[in-house]
């Protein structure tokens, strides 16, 4: 763990941002691209814009068809709907005791992970950031936005973990957090964004228009109280103080939240609907938990993709 070698799936938003700090202090990074956008790294170096600092980096990186089995840590950053081809692509690289740190939206990538490479080499990981590639292919940091928390699905605070920590902490922009309870706040997570999804797309608007409607407030937060009913049955119930902060967020008459996945509906694109809302969907069914709304958020999405794959959408 002295010497980490990392790879990273992708040179975009997410992966060139966390990517490119690690690189930047001088760990041993390498991103696995495509040939396209190996071309625009090899000719202009990794570029961040930032308000913790501007990078132009010459970095290291591989294509699929290069890869061997040398990488300690691959960390992981795909949309859901890409995960299963993603694992396939980084499986010949992982080293024989090398490990995966996934920073994907909600929490079904686990189960998919676990089988994959099985529960004692994948970490829980989660990273809250708004960071875009630019047409022109710089990583850009869109707020202040810059943390990633990570730790053992069985709460060790093992030596790879606090190897991790170390490289992290050497990075100037990136707030990093190991922790004994990754898998807590993931589910935590996933209340919070499997409600503010399901809502949001369900009814087409933000929080702020939902609340103002008669009923809008109180379904937000009955959805909010099953989700959490789903996750304690899961063995992880939301702590007091979380439950408090999303009735607080999901009541705001003037707040102009939305979601990810609202944003990817308005654009007539692909969605992690069945990754987020199918996931908890099953695990509400599964738990016997009423899941009316967030059965009728996901068919309505659903049907959307329906509309979008017939190409029946103006």
């Given at each position: 763990m002295k010497?980490?070698?990392?790879?990273v799936?992708g040179?975009g938003?997410?992966?060139?941002y966390?990517?490119?700090?690690?690189a930047?202090?001088?760990?041993d990074v390498?991103?696995?691209?495509?040939?396209?956008?190996?071309?625009?790294?090899?000719?202009?170096g990794l570029r961040?814009?930032s308000?913790?600092g501007?990078?132009?980096?010459?970095?290291?990186t591989?294509?699929?068809?290069?890869?061997q089995?040398?990488?300690?840590?691959?960390?992981?950053?795909?949309?859901?709907?890409?995960?299963?081809?993603a694992?396939e692509t980084i499986?010949?690289?992982?080293?024989p005791?090398?490990?995966v740190?996934?920073l994907l939206n909600g929490?079904?990538?686990?189960e998919?992970?676990?089988?994959?490479f099985?529960?004692?080499?994948?970490?829980g990981?989660?990273?809250?950031?708004?960071?875009?590639l630019t047409?022109?292919?710089v990583v850009h940091?869109?707020?202040?936005?810059r943390?990633i928390?990570?730790?053992?699905?069985?709460g060790?605070?093992?030596?790879r973990i606090l190897?991790?920590?170390?490289l992290f902490?050497?990075?100037?922009g990136?707030?990093?957090?190991?922790?004994?309870?990754?898998?807590q706040?993931m589910w935590?997570?996933?209340v919070?964004?499997?409600?503010?999804?399901a809502?949001?797309c369900?009814m087409r608007?933000?929080?702020?228009?939902?609340?103002?409607?008669?009923?809008?407030?109180?379904?937000?937060?009955?959805?909010?109280h099953?989700s959490?009913?789903?996750?304690?049955?899961?063995?992880f119930?939301p702590?007091q103080?979380f439950?408090?902060?999303?009735?607080?967020t999901?009541?705001q008459?003037?707040?102009?939240?939305t979601?990810?996945?609202?944003?990817?509906?308005?654009?007539?694109?692909?969605t992690?609907?069945d990754?987020i809302?199918?996931?908890?969907?099953r695990?509400?069914?599964?738990?016997e938990?009423?899941h009316?709304?967030?059965?009728?958020?996901y068919?309505?999405?659903k049907?959307?993709e329906?509309?979008l794959?017939?190409g029946?959408l103006q």
């Amino acid at each position: 763990m002295k010497n980490m070698r990392i790879l990273v799936l992708g040179a975009g938003g997410i992966g060139g941002y966390f990517g490119g700090r690690l690189a930047e202090t001088g760990a041993d990074v390498t991103f696995l691209v495509r040939e396209k956008r190996q071309v625009v790294l090899r000719e202009k170096g990794l570029r961040i814009t930032s308000q913790f600092g501007d990078a132009a980096l010459e970095v290291k990186t591989m294509l699929a068809t290069e890869l061997q089995p040398v990488f300690d840590a691959v960390i992981l950053t795909c949309k859901a709907y890409d995960l299963q081809e993603a694992m396939e692509t980084i499986a010949p690289g992982l080293a024989p005791t090398g490990f995966v740190l996934p920073l994907l939206n909600g929490i079904a990538q686990m189960e998919a992970l676990n089988d994959r490479f099985g529960k004692d080499r994948v970490l829980g990981g989660s990273a809250k950031i708004q960071v875009t590639l630019t047409p022109e292919g710089v990583v850009h940091q869109l707020n202040d936005w810059r943390t990633i928390t990570f730790g053992e699905q069985s709460g060790e605070m093992s030596p790879r973990i606090l190897a991790l920590a170390d490289l992290f902490k050497a990075t100037k922009g990136v707030d990093a957090h190991a922790v004994p309870d990754i898998m807590q706040r993931m589910w935590e997570k996933f209340v919070h964004l499997a409600t503010a999804a399901a809502m949001t797309c369900l009814m087409r608007a933000n929080v702020g228009e939902i609340v103002r409607t008669p009923e809008g407030g109180k379904i937000f937060l009955k959805l909010l109280h099953d989700s959490a009913k789903v996750s304690a049955s899961q063995g992880f119930p939301p702590s007091q103080q979380f439950m408090q902060l999303y009735e607080d967020t999901f009541s705001q008459r003037d707040s102009l939240y939305t979601t990810s996945m609202l944003r990817d509906i308005e654009r007539k694109g692909k969605t992690e609907v069945d990754h987020i809302l199918g996931f908890m969907l099953r695990k509400a069914q599964e738990a016997e938990v009423d899941h009316e709304t967030i059965r009728l958020a996901y068919t309505h999405v659903k049907a959307f993709e329906q509309r979008l794959a017939a190409g029946r959408l103006q």
